[in-house]
């Protein structure tokens, strides 16, 4: 199934040769889910957009791509693909040998729930060897995206976010998560679902209802003003005051969202600072209670070493008095044995 727009711009003079032996279905569903569909259809139509302005800027989306004449089964068909220097216009299949042999420079693949690993690195290698300039892979489920650029030697993997497409001029942004791929236009804005667009018509509609009874109105309103200049002066000062009070709300209110915005940031300010506050008499009540710890140790030891030179002095009286009495009684042995010397009547000198 092929999402080759036809061409609603006036024609380019491309003409589609006729060459039914080369299909212009694989049999295969454009989608698997409405998941990859809807990214299919949003980066392809977005792209479309993008060159809109440009006669040599050919846009598809999966539409079958044949490389060499007379092979029909070297073909691929991308979920989008960009050609640059080709003219616009319906095709039923891409084929090399009538576009001028021009190579589609950029290609996009979209996931579905059913492709491997090994199936999208096989896709990439032959758009490799093809030629292709720039390949972009967006799995919608996963959030992974991936570009690869060509240098001198093939195709090399780049940082996909962030990226800003040579060829396109557009940027991409891929959040790792589900569904969140954006893609840029150079001027900022985003690419579009089928599903936002639709409510952008719907809403154009609205506005373009809203300003034709806005201009039967004002056509009442001159019809008005030519009956009388007085109910002119009364509308137009009424307006003069209606635009006055408007401003002055709007002021009030930006005032109060200033104000609002203001006790914000004093109420955060302030939490911050009881915040520090509490931290560092937390630090303080840390650094009492260690020193309260450290003076309590210094105390012990001091007691245990008063205790200790007690105990000495002690130790040191006991062996004095000890001394003393061993003292004392070499005396009285001394005495008694002088004692009994005389007795025996031996005078010592």
């Known amino acids: 199934m092929s999402t080759a727009s036809p061409d609603r711009r006036g024609s380019t003079g491309f003409v589609d040769p006729d060459e039914p032996e080369y299909p212009s279905s694989d049999g295969k569903p454009m989608a698997e889910s409405t998941t990859q569909f809807r990214w299919i259809v949003t980066i392809k139509e977005g792209l479309e957009a993008l060159f809109a302005d440009r006669d040599d800027v050919f846009v598809a989306g999966d539409l079958l791509w044949y490389a060499t004449r007379g092979d029909k ?147 009442r309103r001159r019809r008005r003003a030519e009956r009388t200049a007085a109910e002119e002066s009364e509308r137009a000062e009424a307006e003069r005051l209606r635009r006055e009070l408007a401003q002055r709300l709007a002021d009030a209110e930006r005032m109060t969202r200033e104000e609002a915005d203001a006790r914000a940031l004093a109420e955060r300010r302030s939490r911050e600072q009881a915040d520090a506050r509490a931290l560092a008499e937390s630090r303080r009540a840390e650094a009492e209670r260690r020193s309260r710890e450290e003076a309590d140790a210094r105390a012990l030891a001091e007691r245990r070493s008063r205790e200790q030179a007690d105990a000495r002095a002690e130790e040191a009286d006991a062996r004095a008095e000890e001394a003393d009495a061993r003292a004392l009684a070499e005396r009285r042995r001394a005495e008694l044995m002088r004692a009994k010397l005389r007795e025996l009547g031996v005078e010592l000198d």
Do not use: C
């Open 73 to 219: 089964s070297d073909v691929m068909a991308p979920d989008a693909m960009v050609v640059f220097g080709r003219p616009r216009g319906d095709r039923r299949s891409y084929r090399e040998w009538s576009e001028e042999g021009v190579v589609p420079q950029v290609v996009f693949e979209v996931a579905s729930y059913t492709n491997t690993p090994e199936e999208m690195d096989a896709k990439r290698l032959r758009y490799d060897a093809r030629g292709v300039e720039e390949y972009y892979f967006y799995d919608p489920e996963s959030g992974a995206f991936e570009a690869w650029i060509r240098r001198p030697d093939g195709l090399r993997a780049i940082k996909g976010d962030g990226w800003k497409s040579p060829r396109l001029g557009v940027t991409f942004h891929a959040p790792r998560r589900k569904e969140a791929l954006v893609l840029a236009r150079p001027d900022g804005q985003r690419f579009r679902t089928f599903g936002e667009l639709s409510r952008d018509e719907a809403a154009a509609r609205r506005i373009a209802e809203a300003e034709r009874d806005r201009a039967e109105r004002e056509r």
